[in-house]
């Protein structure tokens, strides 16, 4: 049977390209995280209504936990730290190369999600620049708010092009004198001298804790230290990730803020620590062949689509849903709108994904 033949076989068994991927686990962190930022607005719907618990009891604290996903995004500047070193450090592009190579990853759903967007509030050729290219050279307002996540990854592929690809950084192994250099201008410019809003913000950190894991595999003296970080920490990653969400229900961060900035800065810093170790233990689990709900496919499935579903659940997804299906008025209700929502947006997301990103995935 030719290849021609066997593709469209090969489609339906594995329609999310998941045979593919080099570390499975990965898939279903990036699901986690995409399923927590989810909750964030999902939930935010009902808040309101105390999610139709009693304010005080504990269900309503587990579930304003739920809401409190943010942190799902810090997870996704630590992966996308880790694979861009190890990206870059393989292929050798040029500046201009990766930068494209960067666009043609985020531009087609950007442009799909987007597009209509600016054009239902009639927008102007700076504010459809800096919904296109998340360089924020207008400082326009962005149609789908939750792209702000993606000015911040901008950011970090300049910084990388200009770091790794124009100094040479890296040709002659993990470049660790300039990455504690650039590491201690972040912490200096987010404590005092606060030059650039994206660069002031204590979650950028997360880039820098990805690129230092990357950074400790592919040096021959740190390999060692990186294979011992067992696929049993798992469940204690999980479990922080738990507790930083409560953390986050309680506004512990903005207490922390507000007594010290450099407090707030270290719990960050923390938190990207433990989820790099994540991170390592999955690497390390994929090469062991051990599994884990990391490794469960329906998770791997929303992680397969989560760049559509990160995009598009604000701005489809849940106002699609809402006009759907009636608003909730219990907590039964509740969940199944939960559920009813999540499919609406996963749909639509898979829809994305299949004729806009599974070509990048398909071809390399």
């Known amino acids: 049977m030719s290849f021609a033949e066997s593709f469209p076989a090969r489609a339906a068994r594995d329609p999310f390209a998941l045979a593919a991927r080099a570390v499975p686990g990965l898939d279903g962190l990036r699901g986690l995280a995409c399923l927590m930022i989810f909750n964030v607005h999902f939930f935010a719907q009902f808040a309101g209504a105390s999610y139709f618990t009693e304010p005080g009891s504990l269900l ?5 936990a739920f809401h409190s996903g943010s942190h799902g995004v810090d997870v996704f500047f630590v992966v996308s730290g880790y ?22 990853r985020l531009l ?8 209509p967007a600016l ?26 708010f939750v792209s702000w996540a993606l000015v911040y990854e901008m950011y970090f592929y300049l910084l990388c092009g200009v770091w790794l690809i124009l100094l040479g950084r890296g040709k002659n192994g993990p470049p660790w004198a300039s990455w504690a250099l650039l590491t201690g201008l972040f912490f ?9 809003t994206v660069l002031s913000d204590w979650r950028f950190v997360g880039f820098f804790v990805g690129i230092g894991l990357a950074m400790l595999r592919a040096d021959p003296r740190g390999r060692a230290l990186f294979s011992k970080i067992p696929p049993g920490f798992q469940p204690v990653g999980l479990g922080v990730l738990a507790l930083a969400c409560f953390l986050w229900s309680r506004d512990f961060t903005g207490t922390l803020s507000a007594v010290s900035p450099a407090l707030a800065l270290g719990y960050f810093t923390a938190l990207d620590v433990v989820i790099a170790l ?9 090469t062991s062949g051990a599994g884990g ?33 009636a608003r909730p008025e219990s907590l039964t209700g509740l969940w199944l709108h939960y559920g009813l929502s999540l499919s609406v947006s996963f749909a639509l997301a898979a829809f994305l994904y299949m004729h806009l990103e599974k070509f990048y995935f398909a071809r390399r």
Request: charge should be positive.
């Open 60 to 64: 309503h604290a587990v579930i304003h």
């Open 83 to 104: 694979l861009i070193y190890g990206s870059l450090t393989r292929k050798r592009p040029s500046l201009p190369g990766f930068l494209l190579e960067r666009y043609k």
């Open 108 to 115: 087609p759903v950007v442009l799909a999600v987007n597009i």
């Open 119 to 144: 054009y239902w509030v009639n927008a102007g050729w700076k504010q459809v620049l800096d919904n296109v290219l998340f360089l924020d050279l207008f400082g326009s307002r962005l149609v789908t």
């Open 188 to 196: 200096a410019n987010s404590l005092y001298f606060h030059v650039n």
């Open 278 to 286: 994540l991170v390592g233990s999955l690497v390390n689990a994929a």
């Open 293 to 325: 709900l990391f490794a469960w496919t329906p998770l791997r499935c929303v992680g397969a689509v989560s760049y559509s579903l990160f995009l598009l659940h604000t701005q489809w997804g849940l106002p699609l849903a809402n006009t759907l299906f």
